[in-house]
């Protein structure tokens, strides 16, 4: 069925995100409803048997990815209970200079961290830290830590699932490398803006201030544990070729099993990852409705086309776009690492960091909120695409 010529499931889908976009305090509902709507119109449509051979060899297909953002997502949120009970954040007032720079000195660690860790790990461990530098934490630099966390990651086959799958695919991981030229320049943008946001809402706390507790070192080296062993286990996915990392949720597989080890040592608090479940079935549940689009081709590469296609990312999930996009071939990587990674960006549920944050700061989760006081983002993913496109070019491979 075609509705105003584009498949009716592509109007399922957009009421599921309008849905999330305004019942935003019943987001778990309209994602898991919208999934169950586009099920039970694929089996209508398809009929009983032919619908259920065609959802049986989707979820073969779809299963490890979904599985392995389930595990992460939960992971992080112990990961982060971990950092945080290790009373490390108390002092990071102490190495942030005490005026506005300080929160940008913060949103700049942050993007250096997911260069190396995936996105969620960089915005769970920013807004960890958030919540002790500042008393009240605004939702535009909570989107701007979001907007460092995928910026970092835009250039790094490391730090993003995107540029996972570039490398993956067989693309060198030095063919994204120049989307930092389009990060930089974004940080520069939202980075500057929602600091000074935030200063004007709530200055950091001077270094003289807070009276910490002592640091839990061991509770430190768990983290430092948990965060190897992810690195670890992406290298170690890599070797073993993108059919293995393909069929199984390696990455979730890596951390957990370095959470259950590292927990003899130091005992987290398990009810961090009962809290962040509901965020996790949220994206689970969109990223597996979006998966189910019949998107059967993009636009001709361009440069116009990749910068549509991030703007697309902000409510549809990037994953499929970048694999019908290295189907597709033609494309010029780092532009669209950019563009997918970052794009994701300007909507709290666009990107798995913003979602991961959500289970943090569930004030976050309005969309009209994050455009008012996030506005900056939109801006600097137009700048950050143009510096690189005047500097670079469009060279597609």
């Known amino acids: 069925m075609t509705l105003f010529g584009a498949p009716f499931e592509f109007f399922i889908f957009a009421v599921t995100l309008l ?11 309209a994602s898991v409803s919208g999934l169950a709507a586009t099920v039970i119109y694929k089996l209508a449509t398809l ?12 979820l073969t297909h779809e299963w490890a990815e979904l599985v392995n953002l389930f595990l992460l997502l939960l992971g992080f949120a112990v990961l982060s209970n971990q950092f945080e009970l290790s009373n490390i954040p108390d002092m990071m007032p102490r190495f942030l200079p005490d005026n506005w720079t300080g929160g940008l000195a913060l949103l700049a660690m942050v993007f250096v961290l997911s260069t190396v860790l995936d996105n969620i790990a960089g915005a769970v461990i920013g807004g960890v830290i958030a919540r002790h530098v500042f008393r009240t934490v605004s939702i535009g630099f909570l989107a701007s830590i979001v907007a460092a966390s995928n910026a970092g990651g835009a250039g790094s086959v490391l730090g993003d699932t995107t540029t996972t799958m570039m490398w993956i695919s067989g693309i060198s991981p030095l063919e994204p490398l120049h989307a ?8 520069a943008v939202f980075g500057v803006a929602g600091t000074l ?12 201030t807070p009276t910490h507790p002592p640091v839990d070192w061991g509770r430190g080296a768990v983290v430092l544990v948990l965060l190897a062993a992810l690195l670890a286990t992406n290298l170690a996915g890599k070797s073993l070729g993108g059919e293995v990392q393909k069929s199984l949720p390696l990455l979730g597989l890596g951390l957990w099993a370095a959470i259950i080890l590292t927990a003899f040592a130091r005992k987290p608090q398990w009810s961090a990852a009962a809290g962040a479940t509901r965020g996790a079935v949220f994206l689970v549940a969109l990223v597996a409705t979006a998966s189910l689009m019949p998107v059967g081709d993009l636009p001709d590469p361009s440069w116009k086309s990749t910068l549509g296609l991030g703007v697309l990312s902000a409510v549809f999930d990037n994953i499929p776009l970048t694999a019908l996009a290295l189907k597709q071939g033609g494309y010029d990587w780092g532009l669209l690492a950019f563009a997918v990674g970052f794009g994701g960006s300007m909507t709290w549920f666009g990107s798995s960091a913003g979602v991961a944050l959500s289970n943090v700061y569930p004030q976050i989760r309005t969309v009209e909120g994050w455009l008012k006081e996030g506005w900056a983002i939109p ?6 695409f143009f510096v690189l496109l005047w500097t670079m070019g469009w060279n597609p491979t």
């Not at 999330?20 to 987001?27: F, G």
């Not at 930092?180 to 940080?187: D, G, L, S, T, V």
């Not at 801006?379 to 950050?384: D, F, T």
């Open 180 to 187: 930092f030229i389009a990060a930089f320049a974004a940080f």
């Open 379 to 384: 801006v600097a993913y137009v700048v950050g």
């Open 197 to 208: 946001h935030q200063h004007r809402i709530q200055p950091i706390i001077k270094h003289e």
């Open 19 to 29: 849905g999330v976009a305004v019942l935003h305090k019943r987001a778990l509902w």
């Open 47 to 58: 009929g009983v048997g032919a619908g259920a051979g065609f959802l049986g060899a989707h």
